[in-house]
């Protein structure tokens, strides 16, 4: 099905079971352990042997030795996997480093050796006995030392352009009565997921099966033929439940690649699960960001210059962090400029994590944003409305298809209770507790990306739906099943949902927010032509049928929906493609943010009392899970705001704290109350389901909230997250 017109009136909008808060219909399986994860399968191979990765010791040089004899010889060792009997591997297309290392070893815990054995614990046991003697290199792991040497990184279709230039930014900048100039710099960030990177790998033949734990079926499915140099139709991926990945885990990684490997060294099934070190090391992580933002502004507040530069770092070959591009589409402004800058750094690869761009980009220009209208003695939501557009400012010809930011903020300004804060700094005091409000705003691209399923109906009306989809703990499951029940008149409950498997139609797969709006119109594209299948064997004008409670009806005429396949099971497959409506409308999400923080003015503690979320994001599939996922992603926010930071050892090039003792993330308690609201509202130019989506716009601006709430509590300003006590408690005011 081609989507290029927008959307008109369509079953969807019957909002009978698409836009109701249904429980999850995976929720069972969760809550009762029996979800079939990864490393979990007892189910699919028998008498699988058990995988321990070796990590490189050091960041950068070769390996000058391998010793694994002693290994070999360890009790119950089967195989002892290293790239020199690894046989010939490529690289893979979304990979920046080898997957297995050696002898060049091009970051800190690369994998560089696999010892399989009959158990987890003797193949922990065997894998020290691996004697490895390197050759160290000097490398590069300091991103401000590197930002000299800093280049344009490539255009893509990701990154975007290095540079944007509108108008003349410099001039009009020198030539503004009020500017801000001002730097910020974010930490590199892991995904802290509860679920490890985890595989369990056979061989039939030369037929290969990974149950691995993937949120982009199709791209794993590819790179790990090619890594293997095997045909892609030889390698089959199933990862039907995934216990969080944020991002981590939409590339192949070096699990999936040494079960593989593994379970042909032994002749048998091997699973690998990736010890917590190496999740921090050896996968991707957030990258490390610098920023500049300078604003020009009247004395009205009218933004007339805004320029956003950005530094980052990656493995050479890699890509940057691209922190500028929400401030090319966010607030008006006749001059503007943004720019990137990439450093090559020999640190583990830098890559998406949970709103990639616009997270890091957020907590800096959302701060700046602040601080210049402090400087302009404007309220900030009133600063920011000022500066509304309903145009692309680069290219103002182009409009939004959709753009509620300014309702997003008046609505969480009167719930919040905005009026109630203190324009001026530390003047609020409840007993010790310094306390503040701060805002940002939210903001998220809608991204369009071709989705296909296929649907099947029984004689007992039951409907099945498949697609390589995959649920993260997103609710993919559910809006899945939703969708299919809309489009054919049957309840929840004679749906079946099937998800997470290469051999299904190649969906949109999870990832940059793109996941609910895309696979659900990939599912919509599949009933719109098992529903024409359906009326045609049945005898019914398809523009006339109706599909309701488990029949088709016309006019006098009911059939139940289960005859149209009663001399057997009807099949109907179809994908969404995308016309130019992304390409002439810019497509968006938006929202606000509001947080309320105090600051211990003793010890400088600092706490969150509440959030709020106001999202403006298309129609809402199913609001119980999108608020699952918006108040998860304000508590990740909140997270980089407060607490998390990978700590880089600059000398031996290593994330410090890579494991969750030392890798803090935000717990229950430290997140008290949180209230998210949606916008009812509907994007007939996004695709037919009129969705955009909301997992990672819940997570765009929240550090900045916060950066905020804690600066009006105090009246210190912090500008290096995460905001830590020993940035501002010499700076506290007097407790007294």
């Not at 960001?289 to 933004?303: D, L, M, P, Y």
């Not at 940057?320 to 591009?325: D, F, G, I, K, L």
């Not at 009306?461 to 029940?485: K, N």
Request: with cysteine; net charge negative.
């Amino acid at each position: 099905m081609k989507f290029d017109t927008p959307a008109t009136t369509n079953p969807i909008d019957q909002m009978k079971v698409v836009g109701q808060p249904l429980d999850r219909i995976d929720g069972p399986l969760k809550t009762t352990g029996t979800a079939p994860y990864a490393y979990e399968r007892h189910d699919v191979a028998a008498a699988p042997a058990y995988g321990y990765v070796v990590g490189s010791a050091i960041a950068k040089g070769r390996i000058a030795r391998m010793d694994v004899s002693a290994a070999q010889r360890a009790p119950g060792v089967l195989a002892v996997v290293t790239a020199e009997n690894a046989g010939l591997l490529d690289k893979g297309k979304y990979n920046t480093a080898k997957l297995l290392g050696g002898p060049e070893i091009e970051h800190y815990h690369q994998a560089v050796a696999l010892v399989v054995a009959e158990t987890f614990e003797q193949a922990r046991a065997a894998a020290p006995l691996v004697k490895i003697d390197y050759a160290t290199e000097a490398g590069s792991f300091d991103l401000h030392a590197a930002r000299v040497a800093a280049f344009p990184p490539e255009e893509n279709e990701i990154t975007g352009p290095p540079e944007t230039h509108v108008g003349d930014f410099a001039g009009a900048f020198a030539q503004a009565p009020v500017t801000l100039d001002e730097t910020y710099t974010t930490p590199d960030h892991s995904h802290a997921m509860m679920e490890p990177h985890a595989t369990l790998a056979a061989w039939e033949g030369d037929k290969l099966t990974v149950w691995t734990s993937n949120q982009m079926i199709a791209w794993a499915n590819g790179d790990l033929a090619k890594t293997l140099r095997v045909p892609t139709e030889k390698v089959r991926v199933i990862s039907p439940f995934i216990g969080g990945g944020f991002g981590g885990k939409l590339f192949l990684r070096a699990d999936v690649v040494l079960a593989a490997l593994g379970a042909r060294a032994a002749g048998r099934p091997v699973k690998v699960a990736l010890q917590r070190p190496l999740i921090a090391n050896n996968t991707t992580h957030r990258p490390a960001t610098i920023q500049r933002i300078r604003i020009g502004a009247t004395r009205e507040g009218v933004i007339t210059a805004i320029g956003h530069e950005s530094w980052s770092g990656d493995l050479e070959g890699g890509g940057p962090e691209t922190a500028v591009n929400q401030t090319r589409l966010l607030y008006a402004g006749a001059n503007r400029m943004t720019a990137m800058r990439l450093a090559v750094l020999d640190l583990p690869e830098g890559n998406a994590m949970r709103a990639p761009g616009e997270a890091p980009g957020m907590m800096a220009l959302e701060i700046a944003m602040d601080e210049m209208a402090e400087k302009l003695g404007i309220d900030p939501i009133e600063f920011r409305i000022r500066n509304d557009t309903q145009v692309d400012p680069e290219k103002p010809e182009r409009p939004f298809s959709a753009r509620a930011f300014a309702e997003c903020l008046r609505l969480g300004a009167e719930r919040f209770g905005w009026d109630a804060r203190n324009p001026r700094p530390g003047q609020w005091r409840e007993g010790k507790w310094l306390v503040g409000i701060g805002m940002a705003a939210a903001f998220r691209n809608n991204l369009l990306m071709k989705s296909g399923a296929r649907v099947r109906l029984d004689g007992d009306g039951r409907v099945t739906v498949e697609t390589d989809m995959t649920d993260i703990g997103t609710g993919s499951y559910t809006i899945i099943g939703q969708t299919a029940a809309e489009m054919m008149g049957v309840p929840i409950e004679k749906v079946t949902v099937r998800l997470g498997d290469s051999s299904f139609p190649v969906s949109a797969g999870s990832g940059g927010q793109f996941g609910a709006n895309n696979a659900t119109a990939g599912v919509y594209a599949a009933c719109v032509k098992l529903r024409e299948e359906v009326t045609q064997r049945l005898g019914f004008n398809s523009e006339d049928a109706v599909f309701a409670d488990g029949q088709v009806r016309a006019g006098n005429r009911s059939v139940l929906l289960g005859a149209a396949a009663a001399e057997g099971d009807i099949i109907a497959e179809d994908a969404i493609e995308y016309g130019d409506l992304d390409e002439r409308y810019q497509q968006s999400t938006f929202g606000g943010h509001f947080v309320e923080t105090t600051v211990d003015a003793y010890t400088g503690e600092t706490r969150i009392r509440r959030m709020l979320a106001v999202c403006a994001a298309g129609r809402i599939l199913n609001p119980k899970s999108a608020r699952s996922q918006v108040i998860g992603a304000m508590t990740m926010g909140a997270g980089a705001a407060l607490m998390e930071e990978l700590a880089v050892d600059t000398r031996r090039g290593f994330f410090v704290n890579h494991d969750l003792a030392g890798y803090e993330v935000p717990v229950h308690a430290d997140i008290p109350h949180q209230e998210v609201i949606f916008l009812d509202e509907t994007d007939p130019l996004s695709s037919p389901m009129k969705a955009k989506g909301v997992g990672e716009l819940g997570i765009c601006g929240v550090g900045a909230a916060v950066a905020n709430a804690v600066y009006n509590a105090t009246g210190v300003r912090v500008r290096d997250y995460p905001i830590t006590l020993d940035k501002y408690l010499d700076r506290l005011p007097d407790a007294a």
